[in-house]
């Protein structure tokens, strides 16, 4: 199971960090992402991050922006988003990839969180 949160309003500018907590000790194995999904559009990929934590990618319109680590002894991943904009608004999903390597394709991800709201105010 995963366990998105960390989700709330924020001034744009702001930060928040999202986290990704999930059950079972293979956890440490797999590749992570985060994919965001705002109000009648595509769910989209925000960033991900390797088995070991050794490699990341992110979208373009977020590099530099955020950052995405992994803590694999507390099976967390996160999400530090920096200098928000309006439309970074959206529901952020965490994803797990059954293979240690990164991808950035929505469909190569095999289990999804439940997903949280992210509200950046202008």
């Known amino acids: 199971q995963l366990q998105a949160s960390g989700g709330g309003l924020v001034q744009a500018g702001g930060s928040l960090r999202l986290s990704c907590a999930a059950s079972g000790r293979t956890f440490r194995n797999y590749a992570v992402g985060w994919f965001r999904q705002a109000p009648g559009k595509e769910r989209v990929f925000v960033a991900t991050?390797?088995?070991?934590?050794?490699?990341?990618n992110y979208a373009g319109s977020v590099k530099g922006r955020f950052t995405i680590s992994r803590d694999n002894a507390k099976n967390t991943v996160y999400l530090q988003m920096n200098s928000l904009k309006p439309e970074d608004t959206a529901v952020y999903y965490c994803?797990?990839?059954?293979?240690?390597?990164?991808?950035?394709?929505?469909?190569?991800?095999?289990?999804w969180g439940q997903g949280t709201l992210v509200t950046v105010s202008s």
């Open positions: 991050i390797s088995a070991s934590g050794g490699s990341s």
């Open positions: 994803a797990v990839r059954r293979t240690s390597w990164i991808s950035s394709l929505v469909n190569e991800y095999d289990y």
